[in-house]
């Protein structure tokens, strides 16, 4: 039977403690990866929705100066309600990704929730026997981006 909760691990531990010194440019960065990168589980359903992938766009214009605060948050409300309309879990969790991850613009803790909803949406995705692989690799993946996108901060 697949579990029907992502549970915390060493993993997430440490990829809150990495977060709480990383520049907020550095996890808006890092944020717009992890919603990138579970994007296609998104786009599989609605291969012409662009707002999920607006908002991961948002979010790295904004951290090169090219866009504002207010619209990096247009751009998060978008995908949230892209989430909203979304038929599949993890279809849903990869838009709620790329909403936090605009988000982050505004308040550095969303990227925290961007990368919770990737791995949410991974966990949605996988089989029952490949649900604790996935994800683990998920956030394995997140937490080596993270050390990577903050050491070149």
């Known amino acids: 039977m697949k579990p029907t909760k992502l549970q915390d691990s060493e993993i997430v531990h440490n990829i809150r403690k990495l977060s709480e010194t ?13 919603a990138e990168h579970v994007l296609r589980h998104f786009v599989q359903e609605f291969p012409t ?10 979010a790295r214009g ?4 090219q866009v504002s605060v207010s619209q990096a948050r247009r751009a998060a409300f978008d995908a949230h309600s892209a989430a909203r309309s979304a ?25 925290l ?6 791995a949410k949406a991974v966990f949605n995705a996988s089989s029952v026997e490949d649900v604790e692989k996935n994800v683990t690799a998920e956030r394995l993946w997140q937490y080596e981006r993270l050390l990577v ?5």
């Open 22 to 34: 990383a520049e907020q440019n550095a996890l808006a960065t890092w944020a717009a990866d992890c």
């Open 49 to 58: 929705d662009r707002r999920p992938e607006n908002a991961i766009a948002a």
């Open 62 to 65: 904004w951290v090169r100066g």
């Open 113 to 118: 929730h961007a990368a919770s909803y990737a």
């Open 87 to 111: 038929l599949s879990a993890s279809s849903r969790e990869a838009a709620r990704a790329a909403g936090h991850a605009a988000a982050t613009a505004h308040v550095k803790g969303h990227a």
């Open 149 to 153: 996108t903050s050491q070149s901060s």
